[in-house]
């Protein structure tokens, strides 16, 4: 017998899979329940259960898990931990400084500029990053972090179009997945303050395939040995955040684990049993297993958002037009935000509500239905973006030319 559980899950994957009302982040309910259906795969989705520890209990209980132990997934919980692996491993990333004093913060922002990242050093689901050129906005965010015991990371601004990588990782053994572009900012043309990200589209017509295969042998597999070395190999799913600038890929961000935007574009393109992949490297098999095969043609997501995201969301909002009309290979509308009203209805419950993708021949066609199908969404104060996807469709996107690719 196959069976599907999803724990807490929401409206859209009730339809799929039995929902149970357990916390991600308590890995004795995890276990307990792993237990109780005698489940044969764990796939844990979110970093803080991940940076918990879940995995590593789920694991020894003796039950196949997705997801890396609590010492890998620092890759993600800390970026000076991320920093210092990559100083290690020899790979391009940005220059930073950690600042954990109030009285600090001055001088060291006085050594960057004059775009100023900041950054919260923990989790912060996408949110806690400023980029600005506004000095005194860096000094209010960076001042906000340490009031409220956060330290503070200062980056130099890595020029270049952004790419984020997949990468299926089981020890030494990396997989690339199909790249993806990002949309963080809450705004049509990169406008407004950092999201979790508005949308997303893949793959990239303006990256050449031999960047991809730089990103994979000079940052994604030096940064897995590295962690092996260390005693704490990564096994699940690697995200790989690049600036591609004049001098090749420089990383802003490691993640341990599929985010969204750009996992609902890159796997509507995949052609592979996706659970194959998923328990061969919870298995350590992976290397085993045929590559990724993939549809040709383009994939796009757009997220519908609530009111007010992404400050305070408005939430409890009944949704209409989520679930009508066809649902094929062409368009289809994922759940995030969503919950069901003790009357049946479908209402918002977080600040990104709804995943729409859209699937063409081409980038044109793909943004086309996407957008046709956001047309019937109704969600009073909704809002999304209207433009992903555009500036690669209008041919304003280009890597810069580099002597090491």
């Not at 009073?380 to 209207?386: I, K, M, Q």
């Given at each position: 017998m196959t069976a599907l559980f999803a724990a807490p899950g929401n409206a859209g994957i009730a339809q799929h899979a039995q929902i149970r009302p357990v916390d991600?982040?308590?890995?004795?309910?995890?276990?307990?329940?792993?237990?109780?259906?005698?489940?044969?795969?764990?796939?844990?989705?979110?970093?803080?259960?991940?940076?918990?520890?879940?995995?590593?209990?789920?694991?020894?209980?003796?039950?196949?898990?997705f997801g890396p132990s609590a010492a890998a997934a620092r890759i993600e919980g800390s970026k000076a931990f991320a920093k210092d692996v990559m100083a290690a491993a020899g790979v391009r990333t940005a220059h930073s400084e950690v600042v954990d004093s109030p009285a600090e913060l001055d001088d060291a922002l006085d050594?960057?500029?004059?775009?100023?990242?900041?950054?919260?050093?923990?989790?912060?689901?996408?949110?806690?990053?400023?980029?600005?050129?506004d000095r005194s906005a860096a000094r209010e965010h960076g001042a906000?972090?340490?009031?409220?015991?956060?330290?503070?990371?200062?980056?130099?601004?890595?020029?270049?179009?952004?790419?984020?990588?997949?990468?299926?990782?089981?020890?030494?053994?990396?997989?690339?997945?199909l790249p993806a572009q990002d949309h963080k900012r809450v705004g049509d043309g990169d406008?407004?303050?950092?999201?979790?990200?508005?949308?997303?589209?893949?793959?990239?017509?303006?990256?050449?395939?031999?960047?991809?295969?730089?990103?994979?042998?000079?940052?994604?597999?030096?940064?897995?040995?590295?962690?092996?070395?260390?005693?704490?190999?990564?096994?699940?799913?690697?995200?790989?955040?690049?600036?591609?600038?004049?001098?090749?890929?420089?990383?802003?961000?490691?993640?341990?684990?599929?985010?969204?935007?750009?996992?609902?574009?890159?796997?509507a393109l995949l052609d592979s049993p996706l659970g194959e992949l998923l328990n061969a490297t919870a298995t350590g098999t992976l290397a085993q297993v045929a590559p990724p095969r993939w549809r040709d043609g383009s994939a796009i997501t757009v997220v519908v958002a609530a009111e007010n995201y992404p400050g305070r969301p408005r939430i409890g909002d009944a949704i209409s037009g989520a679930g009508e009309g066809t649902l094929d290979d062409t368009a289809a509308v994922l759940h995030a935000g969503t919950a069901l009203r003790e009357d049946g209805a479908l209402v918002s419950a977080g600040g990104r509500v709804l995943n729409v993708v859209g699937v063409g021949a081409d980038l044109v066609e793909a943004r086309a239905r996407a957008y046709d199908r956001i047309a019937a969404?109704?969600?009073?104060?909704?809002?999304?973006?209207?433009?992903?996807?555009?500036a690669a469709v209008e041919d304003r996107i280009a890597v810069p030319a580099s002597p090491s690719l």
């Open positions: 991600p982040s308590s890995a004795e309910d995890v276990v307990a329940l792993a237990a109780e259906v005698h489940a044969d795969l764990v796939v844990i989705g979110p970093e803080v259960p991940l940076v918990l520890g879940v995995a590593d209990a789920v694991r020894a209980a003796g039950i196949a898990c050594r960057f500029g004059p775009t100023w990242v900041v950054k919260d050093d923990g989790l912060a689901a996408g949110k806690g990053v400023v980029v600005t050129a906000e972090l340490l009031e409220q015991g956060h330290p503070v990371l200062l980056e130099s601004f890595l020029d270049g179009p952004e790419v984020s990588l997949f990468c299926l990782v089981d020890g030494e053994t990396v997989v690339p997945l406008t407004g303050p950092n999201t979790g990200g508005m949308g997303a589209y893949t793959p990239l017509p303006w990256l050449p395939d031999q960047t991809v295969t730089a990103i994979v042998e000079d940052v994604v597999k030096p940064v897995a040995a590295e962690l092996v070395r260390r005693g704490s190999g990564f096994s699940g799913l690697l995200y790989a955040g690049l600036a591609i600038g004049k001098d090749g890929p420089a990383v802003v961000e490691f993640n341990c684990r599929f985010g969204d935007p750009e996992t609902q574009a890159v796997l969404i109704k969600l009073p104060g909704s809002h999304y973006r209207t433009d992903i996807g555009l």
